[in-house]
């Protein structure tokens, strides 16, 4: 297989016309530089943001020249515009939506169709509900829980997607058990993993686990997006987005951008962890995405040779602030070590224990999530892709 270098991609794309700066798209500075892993290429295309919406087709032809290169398997170029300022122009508003307190429930979910997205929004068409699992910083175990709900959500008999929107330290396909896979194409679209009934995909898999991704904000965005366009998603019941933590830029456009049918915030119970979690919520509220509850992760740890409990972080803190802020409180997860050693094995506790605690607590939460986003109870074991009736673990 022939090799594949920097010098080698900028060659290629020096065929490529950019008419509207009057020269070749290397020329024009705009290419950033490329990452390569395997026969994998991913590129970065940041053009000024008054010429964004009229380069798809640059776009797409350095994408097919670089198809063309001997040794390349596999090509994403994602087209991002900077702003000149700076700055980054304001999303589209979203459509008013009532708190899940508030709204009535939506019997079966929403139409076959799945998300179609509103003005400015990316389509998902095979894609019934997308949720956002946060937290306002890091640290909290937010990779984990996301992961778990999702698994969870799976053992409903349900069909489940994780998408890892945290670009800057993607965990997702270690704690999947998909370290050092690569998905595959059809046609000019991405084809996902799956493990452990879970369809999956992260920009960890287009990147080397330990190679920094130098990408500014408008990069990010657009790589995230262009993601979960050009990925050819399944018919999902729901979708489980890990959030990149923080309140910042990069997550209040996800916000917007993509259709989300509520969030789950994160925290552990102590007071520093809960303020970032209270702008977290606050900011999903400020753009209309309904807060589905809160989870306080690492609640307490009990010793599993003589029983003894310690609340390392503190005790009820996010219970408290759920109250407070009149958002449903979903559950505790404790501080355990067989939690942390099943994430890291690429068999989260979900997978590996399904019959223990542990497992009960995620699967209780999912049970939650789940009637709060369609008024279905999980208990029923009628799901609507009429699989066989799931074996529930937890009460």
Same mark, same amino acid.
């Given at each position: 297989?022939? /090799?594949?270098?920097?010098?080698?991609?900028?060659?290629?794309?020096?065929?490529?016309?950019?008419?509207?700066?009057?020269?070749?798209?290397?020329?024009?500075? @705009?290419?950033?530089?490329?990452?390569?892993?395997?026969?994998?290429?991913?590129?970065?295309?940041?053009?000024?943001?008054?010429?964004?919406?009229?380069? /798809?087709?640059?776009?797409?032809?350095?994408?097919?020249?670089?198809?063309?290169?001997?040794?390349?398997?596999?090509?994403?170029?994602?087209?991002?515009?900077?702003?000149?300022?700076?700055?980054?122009?304001?999303?589209?508003?979203?459509?008013?939506?009532?708190?899940?307190?508030?709204?009535?429930?939506?019997?079966?979910?929403?139409?076959?169709?799945?998300?179609?997205?509103?003005?400015?929004?990316?389509?998902?068409?095979? =894609?019934?509900?997308?949720?956002?699992?946060?937290?306002?910083?890091?640290?909290?175990?937010?990779?984990?829980?996301?992961?778990?709900?999702?698994?969870?959500?799976?053992?409903?008999?349900?069909?489940?997607?994780? +998408?890892?929107?945290?670009?800057?330290?993607?965990?997702?396909?270690? =704690?999947?058990?998909?370290?050092?896979?690569?998905?595959?194409?059809?046609?000019?679209?991405?084809?996902?993993?799956?493990?452990?009934?879970?369809?999956?995909?992260?920009?960890?898999?287009?990147?080397? /686990?330990?190679?920094?991704?130098? @990408?500014?904000?408008?990069?990010?965005?657009?790589?995230?997006?262009?993601?979960?366009?050009?990925?050819? @998603?399944?018919?999902?019941?729901?979708?489980?987005?890990?959030?990149?933590?923080?309140?910042?830029?990069?997550?209040?456009?996800?916000?917007?951008?993509?259709?989300?049918?509520?969030?789950?915030?994160?925290?552990?119970?102590?007071?520093?962890?809960?303020?970032?979690?209270?702008?977290?919520?606050?900011?999903?509220?400020?753009?209309?995405?309904?807060?589905?509850?809160?989870?306080?992760?690492?609640?307490?740890?009990?010793?599993?040779?003589?029983?003894?409990?310690?609340?390392? +972080?503190?005790?009820?803190?996010?219970?408290?602030?759920? /109250?407070?802020?009149?958002?449903? +409180?979903?559950?505790?997860?404790?501080?355990?070590?067989?939690?942390?050693?099943?994430?890291?094995?690429?068999?989260?506790?979900?997978?590996?224990?399904?019959?223990?605690?542990?497992?009960?607590?995620?699967?209780? =939460?999912?049970?939650?999530?789940?009637?709060?986003?369609?008024?279905?109870?999980?208990?029923?074991?009628?799901?609507?892709?009429?699989?066989?009736?799931?074996?529930? @673990? +937890?009460?």
């Amino acid at each position: 297989m022939a /090799e594949i270098d920097k010098d080698t991609i900028f060659q290629a794309l020096k065929s490529v016309r950019a008419e509207q700066a009057g020269t070749d798209l290397v020329s024009t500075g @705009w290419v950033k530089d490329p990452v390569i892993s395997g026969g994998r290429v991913t590129l970065m295309i940041e053009v000024p943001a008054q010429l964004g919406p009229e380069l /798809e087709p640059l776009r797409a032809e350095a994408e097919r020249t670089l198809a063309e290169l001997p040794g390349v398997e596999a090509v994403t170029v994602v087209l991002t515009a900077s702003n000149p300022t700076g700055a980054t122009a304001a999303p589209p508003p979203r459509q008013p939506q009532a708190a899940p307190q508030q709204q009535a429930p939506r019997q079966g979910g929403p139409q076959v169709g799945g998300h179609g997205g509103g003005p400015g929004q990316i389509s998902l068409p095979n =894609i019934k509900h997308v949720v956002a699992v946060a937290s306002g910083k890091g640290g909290v175990g937010k990779s984990t829980t996301a992961a778990n709900l999702a698994l969870a959500l799976a053992r409903l008999g349900l069909k489940v997607g994780l +998408f890892d929107a945290d670009i800057y330290g993607p965990s997702v396909p270690r =704690i999947m058990g998909l370290h050092n896979k690569k998905p595959g194409t059809r046609g000019d679209r991405i084809v996902p993993l799956e493990n452990h009934g879970v369809t999956v995909m992260s920009i960890g898999f287009m990147v080397e /686990e330990e190679a920094p991704v130098v @990408w500014r904000g408008p990069m990010v965005v657009g790589a995230l997006e262009q993601l979960l366009r050009d990925v050819d @998603w399944p018919e999902l019941d729901v979708m489980i987005v890990d959030m990149p933590p923080g309140t910042g830029d990069t997550q209040l456009t996800m916000c917007q951008r993509v259709p989300l049918s509520g969030a789950v915030i994160v925290s552990t119970p102590q007071d520093i962890a809960l303020l970032d979690a209270r702008k977290g919520l606050h900011m999903f509220r400020k753009v209309e995405v309904p807060v589905l509850g809160i989870v306080e992760n690492m609640s307490y740890y009990q010793c599993p040779k003589c029983g003894n409990r310690e609340e390392v +972080f503190g005790h009820g803190g996010a219970r408290e602030t759920a /109250e407070e802020l009149k958002a449903p +409180f979903l559950g505790e997860i404790p501080l355990d070590l067989k939690i942390r050693e099943t994430t890291d094995a690429g068999r989260p506790i979900v997978v590996d224990d399904p019959d223990g605690a542990h497992a009960q607590a995620y699967g209780a =939460i999912a049970q939650s999530v789940w009637k709060t986003l369609t008024g279905e109870a999980a208990e029923m074991g009628e799901t609507p892709k009429k699989r066989k009736k799931p074996k529930f @673990w +937890f009460r």
